[in-house]
């Protein structure tokens, strides 16, 4: 089967990536919460949206594409079956007054000068997916959570992250409300759509939407390279936890998979490769990659912007098997040179097909990748708040390179 579907035009082979990562994500709510989803979110037979009941196994998916694919339009319509429509920020961190940022399925990109808040948001969706760890939040401390208060506006004593979910790309399509709620004295409140849930009531849905390892699908500004830092034991460590030890015999040869495909489009005169090794009686994940030219080398000793590169398709390669409906990017291109920026923007194209994309950054090459653009500013008592929110065209850029 997978010799067939690789005989076929590149535009189809990414139409059919696109149709099994969707049935995959969309079967599950479906199951969970009884909605008759899109099933085919970027992919329409004579035009019209298809439901389903049930759904074959991936072989029967491909076989029924394969046999009818002459009958199937091809699109480029792109987004996440399944995404984050609305962020609203009340007493969370630099956010003194309730804020609220709209999104799009697509790719999102945050702007602002430094320190204004824009990681904020970031932490703020993290935090409202489940992450408590204050580390992750780049919090020393409980109450950093929490507006510390200024000149203008008294300290919070709440501090409360809203997600609108949508799922689905149709207007009719149904959507959820997620809150999550801290008060300084140390209690946390839930709630789903306006009703209040436990902390395991709340987990649970995040569960049922698909949203369980958002938490994971995150790279934070300067740690693109972490994961190729590690050793080869500490980095096998590192995808055991990422997958809760469920290494199955076929994860590493999915995630190497995924490596190759995303290097080939970082470095398509390049290669690399992720596979298991034995160090010292401990097993471990090696890491090699080909650049043109170099020969096969540890990515530890490449240059800065090869081995942002390959720390790149490395993260995305496990992002990818996690399954997560948006991934959160933080200034992942600093050391990017102009080429693997060209790269970089085709692969970030590629993802957001089927995924969602919110990403913060400097560069005008990464804003012109969006669909949505956010403006974060602050006040001068030091304040965040959104100032701009626009659909991405030409004028929008000529605005950021005015105003910011």
Known sequence: MAEAVRALPQEIQDGIEMFIWNVKTLEGIKRKLELGVRVIPAIALNNEVVYESTIPPQDELIAAILKCKDNFQWGDAGGSPVYLQEVTLTGFKSYATETVVNFKSGIGVIIGNNGVGKTNVLDAIAWAVGESDLQRLRCQQYGDLFFSGSQEYPPSETARVALTIKLGEDKKA??????????????????????????????????ELGLENVTKTVIRQGQVESFLQLGPADRLRHVKALFNEKMDGDLIGRINAHFKNFLSILVPEGGGELFLVDTSGEPGLAVEVVFPGKGRKNPLLLSGGEKTICSLAANLALFEELQSPFYLLDEVEPALDWIYHH????????????????????????????DTLHGIRARRDGTSYAKFYFDMDERILRAYQCCC
């Open 174 to 207: 149904p959507q959820v409300k997620l809150t999550r709620q801290a008060r300084r004295h140390g209690t946390e409140e839930f709630f789903c759509d306006g009703v209040e849930l436990t902390a395991a009531g709340y987990y649970q849905k995040l569960t």
């Open 343 to 370: 790269h970089m923007q085709q692969l970030f194209k590629k993802l957001a097909r089927n995924r969602q994309l919110i990403m913060i950054t400097h560069l005008r090459s990464t804003i012109e990748l969006a």
